[in-house]
Nanobody, 122 residues
Framework: QVQLVESGGGLVQAGGSLRLSCAAS????????MGWFRQAPGKERVFVAA????????SYTDSVKGRFTIFRDNAKNTVYLQMNSLKPDDTAVYYC???????????????WGQGTQVTVSS
């Protein structure tokens, strides 16, 4: 089992920044690809970003490219999502995810955190 605990959500004005963190435990962190999904009110959970086990490869959904950055620190068993130039449309619950295979828009990761709320006011 992999346990994932997110932190760093909150309320921010449009144009502002937030950094989400996800601390992992239970297995060797470097054996897992990591990612972030989000769920806006009344909508389905959707893929946001992913990063490979080594951190050498990352990918993003089109709507956050150039604004969000995913990175990981394998020594700290933590993955991050740096979110800049936030928009009201980014308002959602953000979920940290993990899987042994690379995560993409087409996958359903094996492990999920409990989520952290991000609210962007206009």
């Amino acid at each position: 089992q992999v346990q994932l605990v997110e932190s760093g959500g909150g309320l921010v004005q449009a144009g502002g920044s937030l950094r989400l963190s996800c601390a992992a435990s239970g297995r060797t962190f470097g054996d897992y690809a990591m990612g972030w999904f989000r769920q806006a009110p009344g909508k389905e959970r959707v893929f946001v970003a992913a990063i490979s086990r080594s951190g050498s490869t990352s990918s993003y959904t089109d709507s956050v490219k150039g604004r969000f950055t995913i990175f990981r620190d394998n020594a700290k068993n933590t993955v991050y999502l740096q979110m800049n130039s936030l928009k009201p449309d980014d308002t959602a619950v953000y979920y940290c995810v993990a899987d042994r295979v690379y995560i993409s828009i087409a996958t359903t990761p094996d492990y999920w955190g409990q989520g952290t709320q991000v609210t962007v006011s206009s």
